[in-house]
């Protein structure tokens, strides 16, 4: 079984390493000599809870994650976690506190815009101690990270968390450091679209989690890594009296940790594409690796955008906040992006629309993207800008 290697720059779901499709192709069929594969057995087999342990101790081993955190995996995506955050860090909070907590939102892009409105959806008292939109030429764009000396953060005593999202996957927009927050407080990150991209210290976090659909596997099912101590819960009833929603139980992470990820019926063959990747970034050399990998691709690519005459390709984000994972670039003049796009296409490279809400161009340069993926493109990056010269 095999195929050509597409050269597809798509963000979500994105390219998956063919070897780990190879193996797990094979592993659908027929999964271990067992004689069924992986979308058939029963979650509850031995064989698919050492799916599950085996896909926890690789993501352990690449982020040196220690045993004071717990690995777990939900369905529902990135936007179910939106809402698993509120239930769940509220709670937490309130084990401490006995008080309804309020959140701070760092909010530098669609899908942080996205998460701190569900917040207020469910009632959450939400501070958006960061709105980048105001910091924009023309007040309602992304593009930037603003200084955390203008960052409105709460105080231990009344926030239950500060949320943000690691690499804004529409906007371009990454944080190149973790964000600073006050003592006691915890931090929530998404890191959906740019995890196992980079080492990072695991222990400055509440809770990290992301949908596997770009850099760790398919859609169907969210890694997280929680710190342990927030898995405690006062009695529901006081939950209720403090006025914090209860979670859902498919969404409540004391559960589903409690059950090894096996309280209800998880996508095993999913999470065996995740030990799959995770297991060939552990073979490459890890994080380290990796991380220098994503740095050169995406140097290349932003290289040939600057290097290109003026006029020519219009980068909006600030430097220094610009996403190795997804780049993002406007083409001034009529039909200049169906053009490049065109163009793109008859040299085989594809995925290279922006996000519908925003238009332009999208390289998504996740881990599964070739070096000659990139290559072939910054190619056709100067072939482009050169014609336009002329
Ligand atoms: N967070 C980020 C950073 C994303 O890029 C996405 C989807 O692309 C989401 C959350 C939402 O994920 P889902 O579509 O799995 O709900």
Redesign the pocket.
Known sequence: MSRTQPHYFG??PALLPAEVLQQAASDLLNYKDSGLGLGEISHRSALAVNVVDSAKATIKQLLTVPDTYEIFFLQ???????SAVVYNLLASFALKTFKKGRADYLVTGS?SQ??AEEATRLGVDVNLAVDARKWSADGKSYGTIPDPTTWTLGSAADTAYVYY??????HGVEFPYIPEVPEGVELVA????NILSREFDITKFGLVFA?A??NIGM?GV?VCIIKKQLLGRLREDYLVDLGIPLAPLVLDFPTIVKNNSLYNTLPIFNVHIVYLTTQRLVDNGGLKVQKAISEAKAKKLYDALDAAPKGVYNCIVERASRSRMNVVFTIPGEGREKAFLDGAKERGMTGLQGHRSVGGIRVSNYNAVSERSIDMLVDWINTFAASAKT
């Open positions: 963000a979500g529902g995506g990135g936007t179910g976690e939106f899908w996205k998460a999202c690691d690499n804004e996957t529409v998404d890191m959906s679209s949908g659909q770009k859609a969210t």
